[in-house]
């Protein structure tokens, strides 16, 4: 029986990987045997078309430390690590991927930081062996545009190899591709943070799950999380400035009506436009509070959603 209370537990999503999650085990195993300290190994099978379920299960009979979360259906990487978050009952909680390119032997080195008293530490591929079109540069763009928004200063926000506090990535949501931005949700919390070298392997077996479409969903995660960012706390001050910038509009709207009423230059049709927009405005300035509202009740009373559902 494993203890309630662990030291490390290691997060691993998994799609498609029946070639690789024997190898990622034994390596993730040999390297935390040499810590002397309780962990576990928590993989979640997002979903995989293969026979990796099935390796996963012939592993978990040999070793009781491997917990194996499956989803329905293909939610994502997200999901999966959140999924993964939520199982976690180590005190420090290690992310990474599980195609082999993360490589195990960096876990001891990402924990001594996290022993040095910061909350998240994040692995910076510096010598990455991935196609340079496909992946380099759209990483590359990706990471200037995230560090600019977030202003969490890394030179490598899409490395999953990722190490954090039990009770910061506890706090943390996830959905889309948000696991991208964890530093920067980390930051909300006021989290510590710093990046260290980790090495990056080339693919052996199977296939990439990225393609270019992931970018353009990359960058609409990333319009939001700019909004998250800048008005969880308090989005009614948001919504507060669109409605005074409606009514602000409908207010001179009003006086240039006015204006051509009273120099009796009879355009009915013009007056009748104007009189109609500044109704428009009003209205649109009462939504925008209204909404306003309803998002601070949301950020203050919203129970945490699951944006994925686990096969028993």
Same mark, same amino acid.
């Given at each position: ?71 329905? /259906? ?8 959140? #999924?993964?978050? =939520?199982? $976690? !009952?180590?005190?420090? @909680? *290690? ?80 959905? /889309? ?8 949700? #980390?930051?909300? =919390?006021? $989290? !510590?943070?710093?990046? @260290? *070298? ?100 949301? @950020? ?13």
């Amino acid at each position: 029986m494993l203890e309630n209370k662990l030291n490390i537990s290691i997060v691993v999503p998994i799609y498609n990987e029946e070639e690789n999650v024997a190898l990622l085990h034994s390596a993730i195993s040999e390297v935390m045997r040499g810590l002397n300290q309780s962990y576990e190994i928590i993989m979640v099978d997002d979903g995989s078309q293969d026979g990796t379920l099935t390796q996963l299960r012939r592993i978990q009979k040999t070793d009781p430390r491997l917990r194996i979360i499956k989803f329905r /259906g293909n939610f994502g990487q997200s999901a999966a690590m959140a #999924a993964g978050f =939520e199982a $976690a !009952r180590g005190e420090f @909680v *290690v992310a990474m991927d599980g195609d082999l390119q993360n490589d195990p032997k960096d876990i001891p080195m990402l924990l001594r930081k996290l022993e040095e008293g910061f909350d998240v530490v994040s692995g910076w591929r510096k010598n990455r062996k991935d196609k340079l079109v496909l992946r380099k540069i759209p990483s590359k763009i990706a990471n200037r545009l995230i560090c600019s928004i977030t202003g969490v200063r890394l030179h490598d926000t899409g490395c999953s190899l990722k190490a954090f506090r039990r009770e910061v990535i506890k706090r943390i949501r996830l959905y /889309g591709e948000l696991h991208r931005f964890i530093p920067a949700l #980390a930051k909300l =919390e006021g $989290a !510590r943070i710093t990046e @260290v *070298v980790v090495n990056h392997h080339p693919r052996k077996f199977g296939k990439s799950k990225y393609n270019i479409t992931r970018t353009f969903r990359v960058l609409m995660d990333l319009t939001s999380l700019n909004l998250f960012l800048k008005h969880l706390r308090n989005p009614v001050r948001f919504f507060g400035s669109l409605a005074l910038i409606a009514l602000m509009i409908a207010f001179f709207t009003t006086i240039w009506a006015a204006r051509i009423w009273m120099e009796n230059n009879f355009e009915t049709a013009t007056i009748n436009i104007l009189i109609t927009l500044v109704f428009l405005l009003v209205f649109t300035a009462f939504q925008f509070v209204f909404i306003g509202l309803l998002a601070s009740l949301i @950020v203050h009373t919203g129970k945490k959603k699951l944006f994925y559902l686990i096969e028993s």
